[in-house]
């Protein structure tokens, strides 16, 4: 595993109808769901670590601390952004935010842990 402190993953989404708290069925408001705040932000953190595990190798989601702080509307372009804070054996720590256009709309830590993928799908059975 070649995972390094620093390495970092952006995803961009304009925010549709399919990412409101209406349609994620979190809340009833046309804004970005909470939910899908989550969803970006370990997507981000996937795409941190891109290619450097081992082939058959893979990270699963362990732990997600995360403050909402501000809506976004529809129509409105957000970016997650994730930087690897810290990699501990197989745990890695993610340091997470995302941001539209006026500001920050969250923030927090991501934890994932490198798994061998045939043998955490036989343990899912």
Known sequence: MAVRVG????????????????????????????????????????????DSLDGGHTTVGMKVQLDHLAPTALGRTVVAESTVEAVNGRRISFQVSVSDDRGLVAVGRVTRVVVEIDRFLTKAG
């Open 7 to 50: 390495q970092r993953g952006t995803i961009e989404l304009e925010v549709a109808e399919a990412d409101t708290a209406i349609a994620q069925r979190s809340g009833s408001l046309p804004v970005l769901a909470t939910p899908r705040v989550v969803a970006l932000v370990e997507e981000a953190s996937v795409v941190a670590v891109g």
